[in-house]
């Protein structure tokens, strides 16, 4: 079944605990602490998988849950870590935080495998915690806690042109004469369900692709017909087909449905309508004009060539006129940026899980070593890879924003001090 939305829940691998043991070997006797680490939960990877074109397979499944890291054991043995998760989703789908709606990952393009929650660092076990002082600890590291999210999966098809216009205006027609594709065409409204690829070849220019997507109708962006639900499928487009029925073979007016749909994109999202558009005047072969009237072709130029929108007359039965037309996109498509339209990330997964209500400390040790410390700086470490770019430069703005780095500095701390955060991060300190 085709598909191109899903709610699903996701959750990584919990950190698996600490342990607590002590070596227990003949002729040894008080053996030291020899508790093992545990092992790290899984993440959860979302991964493109380039033969897949539908959010169907989600329908079926909702939850998706990677392995928990397990317990260190005796003999300093470190718990096994819990397995990844790779969630695989078609080119072009966008995952959106469900609660904020903002964009967490834009899986297209570039972007094809990306870590979207990551699995609970494992616990340290009392193998760690031997000092001159303490030479039997009773205490491991709990595993830290997984992390869970509901996201939405939106699929938006990547195309460099979208076709839009009324139902029955021949949209499908002309994907079919153009492309490779073979949508459904019939003498009747809502003909296509779902949207259509097709690849258009020309010759001495570079191809492009192109979607046709629903008809839509007047107030499609408040629900009527099929709604605006398929327009997520144009928001990766760099120009816009727009098709009308010239021949007005329904008694429609082909300048008042132009508009009409243009009101559509602009409630559905404003950017649309800055997109380079071109008119599409279908069905010139049913026109049948007398001295009286003056020929609908003309009647649209009027109306539309003064704002700069070009206006070509088709037959995408007859084939006339389609060359110019798909000389005349490739032309715009060349004037613009290469770029491919993606959606910015809005939201770091990583400061959902920050949880400023738990507690962290910032103290001076009697060996002048600054130290931070506490359950949200565990948590803190436990999500941050601080060996990539990303991390480090999360880690630096994790400082300064609660406030760790001004506490440093009342405290005192110099250029090079030592600075410990949590059990095994040192640095040395500099502004
Ligand atoms: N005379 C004439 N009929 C056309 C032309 N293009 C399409 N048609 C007819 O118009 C009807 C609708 O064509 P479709 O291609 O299914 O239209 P559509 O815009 O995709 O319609 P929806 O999918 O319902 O939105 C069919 O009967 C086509 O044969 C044309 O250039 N001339
Ligand atoms: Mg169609």
């Not at 800055?274 to 072709?297: H, L, S």
Request: hydrophobic fraction near 35%.
């Amino acid at each position: 079944m085709f598909a191109d939305r899903a709610r699903i829940f996701i959750k990584s691998g919990k950190g698996g605990d600490g342990h607590v043991s002590f070596r227990r070997e003949l002729y040894v006797p008080d053996g030291g602490p020899d508790g093992g680490n545990g092992g790290k939960g899984g993440d959860i990877i979302f991964e493109v998988d380039k033969g897949l074109n539908t959010l169907g397979d989600f329908r079926h499944n909702s939850k998706y849950i990677a392995k928990s890291g397990e317990e260190g054991g005796k003999r300093r043995c470190t718990g096994r870590d819990g397995e990844d998760l790779v969630i695989k989703v078609p080119e072009g789908t966008v995952i959106y935080d469900d609660e904020s709606r903002k964009v967490i990952a834009d899986m297209s393009n570039d972007n094809l495998r990306e870590v979207i929650l990551k699995g609970g660092r494992g616990g340290k076990g009392n193998m760690n915690y031997a000092t001159s002082t303490m030479q039997a600890p009773q205490y491991a590291q709990p595993g830290q806690d997984a992390q869970e999210l509901w996201v939405r999966l939106e699929l938006k098809v990547i195309a460099d042109v979208g076709l839009v216009g009324f139902p029955n205006v021949g949209k499908s027609t002309l994907l079919s004469r153009v492309t490779n594709a073979r949508p459904k065409i019939a003498n009747y409204h809502f003909t296509t369900l779902n949207p259509n690829l097709g690849v258009v070849d020309l010759d001495g220019g570079r191809g492009f692709v192109i979607a046709d997507i629903p008809g839509l109708i007047e107030g499609a962006s408040e629900g009527v017909g099929l709604g605006h639900e398929f327009l997520r499928h144009i928001e990766r487009t760099k120009v816009i087909i727009h098709m009308v029925d010239a021949a007005s073979t329904e008694g429609r007016d082909p300048v008042a449905d132009i508009k009409a749909i243009n009101e559509e994109l602009r409630a559905y999202n404003p950017e649309l309508l800055k997109r380079p558009q071109v008119i599409a005047a279908n069905k010139i072969d049913a026109i049948y004009t007398d001295d009286e009237t003056e020929n609908p072709v003309d009647v649209i130029k009027k109306a539309f060539e003064p704002e700069g929108i070009k206006v070509y007359p088709i037959s995408a039965v007859t084939g006339q006129g389609l060359k110019e037309l798909l000389y005349y996109v490739r032309e715009l498509l060349d004037s613009m940026t290469d770029e491919p339209v993606m959606f910015e990330k809005e939201l770091d997964t990583d400061t959902l899980f920050d949880n400023p209500n738990e507690a962290f400390y910032v103290e001076k040790d009697d060996k002048g070593v600054y130290v931070v410390s506490g359950p949200r700086i565990d948590r803190m470490l436990g999500y941050t890879n601080l060996e990539s770019e990303k991390g480090f430069n999360f880690f630096q703005k994790f400082l300064r924003q609660t406030g760790i780095l001004k506490q440093l500095k009342e405290l005192g701390v110099q250029e090079g001090d030592t600075v410990r955060v949590g059990d095994y991060l040192e640095f040395d300190y500099y502004d």
